[in-house]
């Protein structure tokens, strides 16, 4: 089984190596957990408890981009206020949501 490349006993080490890689149940789940999914999660987004100073801190930087978009009318900030609100107004809601939970 040479390839060309190796010589028959080190093709026949290489087999033996791959062989028992295949077999190793901890590496297949280690390498199963580490694929990048392209999809995105709806679920895993409704999962996400935020904690408070988090949500603060989305909170104050929406509230220094708003104030430095009004001042200034710089393009960019007013779309990084535009692209940081949404996150900011979603974790506050999950926040609210977990502290009324009973």
């Known amino acids: 089984m040479a390839t060309g490349r ?12 791959e062989a028992d890689l295949r077999r190793d149940r901890r590496l297949r789940r280690r390498l199963r957990t580490l694929r990048i999914k392209r999809r995105l999660n709806p679920a895993r987004a409704a999962d996400y408890r935020p904690r408070g100073p988090t949500v603060a ?7 220094v981009l708003m104030v430095v978009g ?3 009318s710089e393009p960019v900030v007013i779309w990084a206020f ?7 107004l979603f ?12």
């Open 70 to 72: 009004i001042r200034t």
């Open 57 to 63: 801190l989305l909170l104050a930087m929406s509230v």
């Open 91 to 102: 974790g506050v809601f999950r926040l609210v949501c977990r502290w009324t939970e009973p």
């Open 6 to 17: 190796l010589p028959d006993r080190e093709q026949r080490i290489l087999d033996d190596i």
């Open 82 to 88: 535009a692209a940081l609100w949404p996150l900011t």
